[in-house]
């Protein structure tokens, strides 16, 4: 089964009996140990394991997100260090949904601690809130759709992913099979940690709990520094100067994130090529999360993009990020709208720079226009229905001569520019020499 163990350790753990057979017992795995750089002793285990990657201040939510970041296979699966995994074979991993968070019964290694197992797998059955000791078994995609875990929190890491998942309606799978875990914390004191734990777990329902989300907003960029950004501008343009132009909407974009944030029901994600992977992990910790697409045609990547998030949101928002006119409240608008199914803001070229849709027949549609041209948005309304075309129409940067006209336009308009556009007028303004040669 191709599927990328991942492993978090401490500066102070010893016990490394877990990595003695995985890759054994669990064929076609890799086996990725994220450690602490004050835990010498992981070195002795190297030879066990795929890939050892020491950080330095690593906490579990740090040392998993590193350990999904680094991993090869789609299938990722989070275990504790201290999990005892003789119940469970490759077999039960045949009962994976790729759809859902995956998840196992718990069990203490000591029968006196029954009582507590039995509470925890009643919480997971009737609740679908099961902990980071029953381990976690996801899709990438899914993965990067949660937003991975919560790097500034020191523990409860596990709890809040799972709150966060269940915002965006993602469920749980529970497979019929016992994780064995150690009951060290109980062992002294069986009845306050017992209590103490109860404790931390509504709290932390309180502090985790969000309401439901039905809409996400997808916004489409690339690695403002890729020869793949702006190839027809890069064609009459200096790359340095393209690539400060990128910038600016990257910024434009940051600030468009920030804004739509204060809408709590919308869930925010970065889209962009395989490719361009290092710089939107960084960048997409701005929203809640991040799909990478393997598809190169836009067309194609829409409606890879249209079919995912269909499994989990009502409606599904695509906005390009090289609009400088386009602003948080234009976006926020589409989402309002529930006159029709597909909402569409046009660009001047033809094409368009947002789509908001309720239409899940949209996909089987959406690759089979040529984008690019200017009849993309008429060959697309052309084939779908109950639509709204908005009254305004919006200037992409594609060409030299969309930067005249943004130029006039912003120049026109300086009074009304946030800070952004006016840093890009300022840009524009001082290259305006290399734009009308």
Known sequence: MDLSIIIPVGPNDTNFSLLSDLKIKFKNSEVIVVSSDQNKEIYNY???????????NSTRAKAQNVGADK???????????????????????????????????????NNKFNLNSFGANLRTYLFGLPFG????????????????FAENLEQGEDHEFIWRSKRIGIKINLINKYIITSGDKYENHQISQTF??????????????????????????????????????????PDDFVNEINENLIEILKDNINEIKKDTHIHQIIVSEKNHKD????????????????????????KEVIEFNFMYFKKVVLVGSDIPLLLAKDILKATKINSSKNIFYPTVDGGFCLLATTDKNISNIIDTVKFGTNTALSDLTKKTSEQLIHNKFYQDIDVKEDLIQIFNFLKKNNTNLNTNQKRLLVLLHSNHKKIIK
């Open 71 to 109: 991993s090869n296979y789609k299938k990722l699966w989070f275990l504790h260090l201290d999990s005892d995994l003789s119940n469970i074979s490759i077999e039960d991993l045949e009962n994976i949904q790729l759809v859902k968070i995956n998840t196992f019964k718990l069990r203490f290694n």
């Open 133 to 148: 000791d029953q381990s976690f078994i996801i899709e990438k995609k899914l993965f990067n759709l949660i937003g991975g």
């Open 196 to 237: 103490l734990t109860f404790k931390n777990t509504i709290l932390q329902i309180m502090r985790f709990r969000k309401s439901r989300v039905s809409c996400v907003i997808c916004h489409f960029t690339k690695n403002p520094s890729s020869k793949d950004s702006k190839k027809r501008l890069r064609k009459n343009l």
């Open 46 to 56: 190297q030879k066990k394991i795929d890939q050892l990657i020491t950080i330095n």
């Open 279 to 302: 710089y939107f992990l960084k960048f997409s910790k701005n929203t809640n999360g991040l799909y990478l697409t393997s598809q190169s045609e836009l067309g194609k990547s829409m």
